[in-house]
């Protein structure tokens, strides 16, 4: 069988956030929302990224005498990025490490050599790998492949998704999957759509889907003061889960801005949000508590 490749911008060792134990987290590259508090906005596009560093930076120029499409790499002249085709030439030229490539396509042996590394990790700790994004079900074919065999070395596998794909690409996933990280953002419609770029019509209809089969699942709220904290979420997400016994969890994880410098790296403009205060948070976790 011809293995086919993934692309990943990061294999992340020690998480402990995403999922059991502690795991190594595969982020593959590509999303199909727009969520404007992203923290990860490398995740945005499917194709090889260049990164800048700025702050590393010393304006030497190395970068755009080798660039192929004269393009000039340095922050203030950034000039013609649009015609930049990941070749990595400049990457490789800079002698201050202040560019990098987000993204490498890489086989499930590939990803799973690295993973395995840590195996006495998880099995300490009821660990394993979890499978993120950017959307891993855009990538159903190779999550799928990496997911089987890691499970048929006993790796923990869990799949972190935000469910804006068709319920087929999670069917290709689900039999390797023990379980699911999904991230219900915001349930008003509307609001979904102003934040994200689209509606939350697929995604809470597959949801049902999953919930109604059972698949251990536990919920996650990426929380934003002004956006979605409000205690009318809050009641939507719990009358939502109502009755759902395969729901293990539900976390809020309040806003942080680490995403700003990574798209400032990319030439990407975003802007810049808020957390809700302790006390709101404790408000909607009692809400959603008596679930
Ligand atoms: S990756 Fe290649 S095309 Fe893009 S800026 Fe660097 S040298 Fe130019
Ligand atoms: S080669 Fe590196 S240090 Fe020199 S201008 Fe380009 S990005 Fe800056």
């Not at 074919?141 to 997911?147: A, D, I, K, T, Y």
């Not at 309040?254 to 709101?280: I, T, W």
Request: one cysteine or more; aromatic letters at 8%; charged letters at 30%.
């Amino acid at each position: 069988m011809r293995e086919c490749k993934g692309k990943i911008f990061n294999i992340q060792r020690f998480s402990v956030h995403d999922g059991p134990g502690i795991r190594t987290t595969v982020f593959m590259k590509g999303c199909n929302l727009r969520c404007r508090w992203c923290h990860n906005p490398e995740s945005y596009e499917r194709e090889t990224q260049i990164r800048y560093f700025p702050e590393k930076c010393r304006e030497c120029g190395a970068c755009s005498h080798v660039c192929p499409e004269g393009i000039v790499v340095r922050e203030k002249m950034r000039q013609n990025a649009d015609r930049c085709i990941a070749c990595g030439r400049c990457v490789r030229e800079c002698p201050f490490g202040a560019l990098a490539c987000l993204g490498e396509d890489k086989t499930a042996d590939e990803v799973l050599d690295i993973v395995a590394r840590d195996r006495k990790y998880f099995d300490k700790s009821g660990g394993g790998m979890t499978v993120s994004g950017g959307e891993p079900l855009l990538w159903s074919g190779f999550v799928s492949e990496l997911m089987a065999r890691a499970k048929e070395t006993g790796i923990h596998t869990a799949l972190d998704t935000a469910f804006a794909a068709p319920y087929e690409a999670f069917e290709q996933v689900r039999p390797y999957t023990d379980l699911v990280l999904l991230d219900l953002k915001i349930m008003d419609g509307e609001l979904h759509k102003r934040y994200t770029g689209r509606s939350n019509a697929r995604i809470l209809e597959n949801a049902r889907r999953l919930l109604a089969e059972g698949i251990k699942t536990r919920i996650r709220v990426p929380l934003i003061a002004g956006v979605n904290d409000s205690e009318e979420n809050a009641w939507m997400l719990r009358d939502f889960l109502e009755g759902y016994d395969c729901v293990e969890e539900i976390r809020l994880l309040p806003y942080h801005n680490m995403g700003l410098g990574k798209a400032k790296g990319l030439g990407m403009q975003m802007e810049e949000f808020a957390a809700p205060d302790a006390a709101q948070i404790e408000k909607l976790y009692r809400i959603l508590k008596e679930k």
